[in-house]
């Protein structure tokens, strides 16, 4: 990976007064006459035809506007910087964008650079970028090119970062525009490449906002839904559109759906197209009597057989998943998922999820047992989904590379038991990763924690064992808002620190997401969601240094109080997934024992494997993190700094209250178990005071995925249950 940061050229001292038109952007409008009209053209461009020209000119002249905005405010000057076509060039000093190729003036100014920079121009890679000067003629130039249209929009946001602007958060109140004096501008050298290919957010739904999906392209992120309405912007922004999930079986063989051919055993399906498929031996008819034959009824043997019998058994995405060994029952699957990327629901994406059921059953016949084990399987569909996408391809069907990110996860987590098809696609076909339910007051390959030692020992059968039989590339699919979660105030930045360069380095991981963002409201999230893009962009990055950086440039004077509360909230809840997926289950449902395992104790207690902050400790965390937060609040702030800790003080409130009306709940069964009614009582009391501040709280639990959000805090809490259990113990 190139990277070069912040290197100093000398160049002559020039003022304002002294530039005959202060600086020029200069970008390929295109067939535009404005760069505003040519930077919001996205829904008339041809993203997907042959002709990449109007694509770029549609993206760079948005890295121009960008730069002009941003430039502009920063100097306190809007009028000093003109964007202009490259048809001609400016007098007055310079800012070109695009390459040499992309640019009329670029390639014209070219002698003027150093003369190896044609040579590692024609090196970029699509999202790699050169930001580099000189002085022509007495004035100043600054080149911006990436190796692709991405790359120069990428360039354009690195070199205004390089300049101090942040993009904290989503929206104009998380951004930091410093003063910068106008001869700064021509100090600034860099040539960066993205360490992981893939980085963003696993998402199905479209609910995402302009300014979320502007915050991504401003931190290098790539990934997010084809769901998404805005097609145009995520096209110009090159955020890749991604489909799938374990929604496809219901799509493309969910066992009530229409059966889609004309036949012979079934009247009234003539207007439809003549059947491929022989008769089931197994056919029984219109057996519901509904009047409609469907997938199921025409062939109950493409379905799992379980208990000596085919199954329908398919709800939403989960269930039992179809008969991986029947032929038909696959090339029917396969072909209607080609259909769906030509003119279906995906016909947009260039990136398929290409999972099967969410932990469901896999068929238990003969045929499919001797495929293997159920990864064995997961692969083999992966497999024949790839060769029917490609065989669209060869037919000129699909005009766009698609790549299938497939599950090695829960049911399929373990690596394959056996060789890969000998033409198994390694580029278009890549292992996801997702250590669900894995522990977070450890590193992932810490074995002080055995949940996380099994998951390394099962990642490592994936990317690196010598004796594996998966060859090929590996996303990371993280869980830092996991649909239990409920979109608590987590923090996540030593984990991150020390993780992500792990995948990386030691995992050979290229591709990076994490499932369920919340595209607003941020609060304390807003630090996981900035420091996961710097480090997949640039994996070496100092994070040590990034934290000096958030945290002076979005808190000012405040920076040491809520550095010292991040640090303290990451131990608050770094035991978040003992606490909601293991104790508020027991409190809902009022378990005798409700602290089982070492992982949690109510009072601090020390283990040598899968001990972590117990509640006790976890509420006072909590308590020191008010403190802070209060003492910062008293404080003389200014107004955006002021609105940020209110943004994060909201967060944090939903956080505490949860972990205090688990500990409410906690005392009061404690107590009531003893033969102590009062103080159970007392506990109870204090536990419904806040179920009904959590209750209140319509706020917190949404803006994530639909199954990680909660219409409350206190449905979002999952031990709301254990209020009525109480009653009757201390009634």
């Known amino acids: 990976m190139k990277y070069v940061r912040l290197m100093f050229l000398c160049v002559p001292t020039l003022t304002l007064a002294s530039w005959a038109t202060a600086v020029t952007i200069h ?7 404005t760069v505003e009209e040519a930077s919001s053209c996205e829904d008339t461009v041809g993203w997907d035809d042959a002709n990449p020209g109007d694509d770029i000119a549609c993206t760079h002249s948005f890295a121009a506007a960008e730069l002009q905005r941003y430039l502009g405010k920063m100097t306190g000057d809007p009028a000093a910087f003109a964007a202009s ?21 670029t390639q014209m100014l070219m002698p003027a650079f150093p003369p190896e920079l044609p040579a590692r121009l024609t090196q970029l890679g699509p999202e790699d970028f050169v930001v580099a000067q000189t002085v022509e003629a007495g004035r100043r130039v600054v080149l911006i090119a990436g190796g692709g249209r991405l790359g120069t929009l990428y360039g354009a946001y690195a070199y205004l970062e ?64 084809v769901e998404q309405k805005e097609k145009g912007l995520l096209h110009k922004l090159g955020i890749q559109l991604v489909g799938g999930a374990h929604i496809l079986t219901p799509y493309y063989l969910d066992p009530p759906l229409p059966y889609p051919y004309n036949h012979p055993q079934f009247p009234g399906d003539d207007a439809k197209p003549a059947d491929p498929y022989p008769v089931s031996p197994t056919y029984q008819g219109d057996v519901n009597q509904d009047g409609v034959l469907s997938y199921f009824e025409a062939h109950p043997e493409w379905y799992g057989l379980h208990d000596g019998k085919r199954s329908d058994q398919i709800k939403d995405d989960a269930g039992d998943n179809f008969c991986t060994s029947n032929a038909e029952a696959m090339g029917e699957w396969c072909k209607n998922a080609v259909e769906d990327l030509i003119s279906g629901r995906y016909k947009d994406a260039t990136i398929m999820n290409a999972w099967a059921l969410d932990g469901g059953r896999w ?45 090695a996860y829960y049911d399929v987590i373990e690596p394959p038991t056996k060789p890969l098809p000998a033409d198994f696609d390694y580029n278009t076909c890549i292992a996801t990763y997702f250590p669900i339910g894995r522990n977070y007051v450890y590193a992932i390959d810490d074995e ?24 090929g590339q590996i996303c990371i699919g993280e ?64 994070t040590a240094a990034l934290w000096t950086d958030y945290f002076n440039g979005r808190y000012g004077v405040a920076a040491p109080s809520m550095r010292t509360f991040y640090e303290t909230l990451e131990k608050m809840l770094s ?14 449902e009022g378990a005798d024992e409700l602290f089982p395992n070492n992982s949690l104790k109510y009072a601090p207690a020390t283990f040598a494997v899968d001990d972590g902050p117990d509640l006790q400790e976890i509420v006072q965390f909590a308590n020191e993190c008010r403190a802070l937060l209060d003492g910062v609040r008293a404080t003389a702030l200014p107004e955006r700094v002021a609105f940020r800790v209110a943004e994060d003080e909201r967060l944090f409130t939903y956080g505490e209250r949860t972990v205090r009306f688990y500990d409410a709940l906690c005392r009061a069964f404690m107590r009531a178990r003893e033969g102590k009614k009062d103080e159970g009582r007392a506990a109870l009391t204090e536990a419904e005071a806040l179920a009904a ?23 979002a809490s999952r031990a709301k249950g254990a209020l009525p259990i109480l009653h009757k113990l201390l009634d």
Not at 378 to 398: E, G, H, M, P
């Open 448 to 471: 002080r924690s055995s949940k996380n030692a099994e998951y390394l020992r099962n990642l490592t059968g994936w990317a690196i064992a010598p004796e594996r039989n998966y060859r």
């Open 27 to 33: 970008v390929d409008f295109g067939n535009h006459a």
């Open 162 to 225: 390089a300049l101090g602007v942040r993009w904290y958060a989503p929206g104009p109140q998380h951004e930091e525009v410093p003063t910068c004096p106008y001869e700064n501008l021509f100090t600034i050298s860099l040539q960066e490449s993205p360490s992981f290919q893939t980085r963003g957010f696993h998402a199905w739904e479209d609910r995402g906002d302009p300014d979320f999906l502007l915050w991504m392209a401003r931190n290098r992120l790539n990934y997010w839904c």
């Open 479 to 542: 869980y830092y808002n996991v649909s239990g979660y409920k979109c608590l105030p987590i923090c996540f930045m030593n984990t991150m620190a020390h993780d992500i360069p792990y995948y990386y380095k030691e995992m050979g991981a290229r591709h990076f997401h994490y499932m369920h963002c919340t595209t607003k409201n941020w609060g304390n999230k807003a630090l996981t969601n900035w420091q996961m893009a710097r480090q997949l962009w640039n994996v070496n990055v100092d």
């Open 693 to 715: 501040q959590l209750l209140a709280d319509t706020e917190s639990t949404q803006y994530a995925s639909s199954h990680a959000n909660d219409p409350n805090a206190l449905e």
């Open 363 to 407: 068929c238990e016949c003969d045929a499919c047992k001797a495929q293997g084990s159920a990864t064995d399987r997961n692969v083999f569909l992966v497999y024949c989904y790839d060769k029917a996408i490609k065989a669209a391809q060869a037919d000129k069907r699909i005009q766009r590379t698609i790549r299938l990110l497939f599950l």
């Open 575 to 588: 035991n978040v997934t003992e606490l909601k997926y293991g104790l508020s289950g027991r409190l809902n």
């Open 85 to 105: 076509d490259d048809a001609n060039v400016a007098r007055g000093d310079l800012i070109l964008v695009g390459k040499p190729e992309t640019n009329t003036i």
